[in-house]
């Protein structure tokens, strides 16, 4: 099978003479772990639209068909429930970008305390560290195998609670390693690692993206993240519960540039780390403001105690991403917070009556 894609930032792997045009422009195909999630099926959307194939795989663990049901029934799109802690051989796949897209979630708010959620929970944290290791090396063994392009969707969170402030990609980070947070944040440092790992020793042709705080439609809705808290919670007619004293501070990306980002990654020649995300800067209480004027302005506000190890502010630095890439973002918070209402208020009517979507 030929290997469309060599390693270009090793000038050993370079293609001698130019790849024919009938192969370059060939249709790709191409994989989307947690292809069912929210970042996950908005790459599959795109993916779907300019023509390319697409296999999703997915553990339903936090996403839902519902993402992609309206791709069911086109030959192009197919759905794999299956977890990547555990290996999968795609046989029959022909060279392609292998795109990496996982789970993202940390439950934050307080369970009820029963002794069967608190060990869920515990396992959570596990199931999330195993994910983004035994996951990450699962599909970089794939790619070697089948001489794919891997993408890693990484996390602003590789900066932890950052000393360095906007976050540019060589801060090397401030990140507890014994602490609350650390199944996220060291599971995609060692995800990091592995995808370098892969690229130098393997000849895999790799592309890390740092994606930071992105909100939009499909987001899950009790993943406890603020901007989905927010929103449900102003629909709801809720308090909106601001941890802390509100005042650190996160820069919000709308779902649909981080996509943008995310395909000129893939199809460019640089490997990366990029930071993706927008660099406006908003503390907690100025989010909740937004929220207030986008779905209800008499909301009220409720401060609960925060979470450990939060960080205190973070905001990329995005200039290499501009240079490099030619991509920045273009959808404002005030833009892209309407977008993600009605949205929001479907899926939660739905839920209300008990239909699963
Ligand atoms: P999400 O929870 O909506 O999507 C993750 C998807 O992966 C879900 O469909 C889930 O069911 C699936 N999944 C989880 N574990 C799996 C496993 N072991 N095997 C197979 N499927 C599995 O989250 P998202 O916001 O769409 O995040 C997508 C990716 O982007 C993640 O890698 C995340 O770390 C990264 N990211 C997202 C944000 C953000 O703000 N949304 C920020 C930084 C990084
Ligand atoms: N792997 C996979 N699918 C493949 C090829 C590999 O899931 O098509 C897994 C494999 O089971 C292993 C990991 O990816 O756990 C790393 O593979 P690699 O070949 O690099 O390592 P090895 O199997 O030699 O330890
Ligand atoms: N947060 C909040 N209220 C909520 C949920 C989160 O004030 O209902 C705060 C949280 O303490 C953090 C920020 O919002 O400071 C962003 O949290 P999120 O989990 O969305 O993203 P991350 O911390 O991973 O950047």
Redesign the pocket.
């Known amino acids: 099978s030929s290997n469309l894609f060599s390693v270009v930032d090793q000038p050993r792997y370079r293609p001698v003479g130019r790849v024919p045009a009938q192969i370059r422009n060939r249709r790709k195909r191409i994989v989307v772990?947690?292809?069912?999630?929210?970042?996950?099926?908005?790459l599959v959307d795109k993916l779907i639209a300019r023509g390319d194939d697409v296999i999703g795989?997915?553990?339903?663990?936090?996403?839902?068909r519902g993402?992609v049901v309206h791709h069911f029934g086109n030959p192009r799109f197919e759905l794999i429930r299956?977890?990547?802690?555990d290996p999968i051989l795609l046989e029959n796949f022909l060279a392609g970008i292998l795109s990496?897209?996982?789970?993202?979630?940390l439950f934050k708010d307080d369970p009820i305390p029963t002794l069967g959620l608190y060990l869920w929970i515990e396992n959570l944290d596990i199931?999330?560290y195993?994910?983004?290791v035994?996951?990450t090396l699962n599909m970089l063994g794939l790619a070697k195998r089948i001489g794919a392009r891997f993408l890693?969707?990484?996390?602003?969170?590789v900066y932890g609670d950052p000393l360095e402030h906007p976050q540019k990609e060589t801060y090397w980070g401030h990140v507890n390693p014994i602490g609350v947070r650390s199944c996220?944040d060291e599971g995609?440092r060692t995800a990091e690692t592995l995808t370098m790992d892969y690229h130098r020793g393997a000849g895999v042709e790799v592309r890390i993206?740092?994606?930071?705080?992105?909100?939009g439609p499909?987001?899950?809705l009790d993943?406890g993240?603020v901007?989905s808290n927010f929103v449900a919670q102003a629909i709801r007619k809720q308090p909106l519960t601001v941890y802390g004293d509100g005042l650190q501070t996160r820069s919000f990306?709308y779902?649909s540039d981080?996509v943008d980002g995310l395909v000129a990654l893939m199809e460019g020649e640089h490997v990366g780390p990029f930071n993706l995300g927008n660099p406006g800067e908003f503390t907690m209480l100025e989010l909740a403001e937004v929220v207030k004027e986008t779905i209800d302005p008499s909301a009220r506000i409720e401060f609960k105690s925060n979470t450990e190890d939060d960080p205190h502010k973070r905001k990329p630095d995005i200039t290499k991403a501009k240079e490099l890439l030619n991509w920045e973002p273009k959808i404002s918070l005030r833009e892209g917070l309407p977008r993600m209402v009605s949205d929001f208020r479907n899926r939660m009517l739905n839920e209300d009556e008990g239909k699963v979507l």
């Open positions: 772990t947690g292809g069912a999630g929210f970042v996950g099926s908005h795989i997915d553990n339903f663990f936090t996403g839902r993402n299956h977890d990547v802690v990496f897209s996982i789970l993202d979630t199931r999330l195993k994910t983004n035994m996951g890693l969707t990484s996390t602003s969170e996220y995609k993206a740092r994606i930071f705080n992105t909100y499909r987001m899950c993943d993240r901007v990306q779902v981080l």
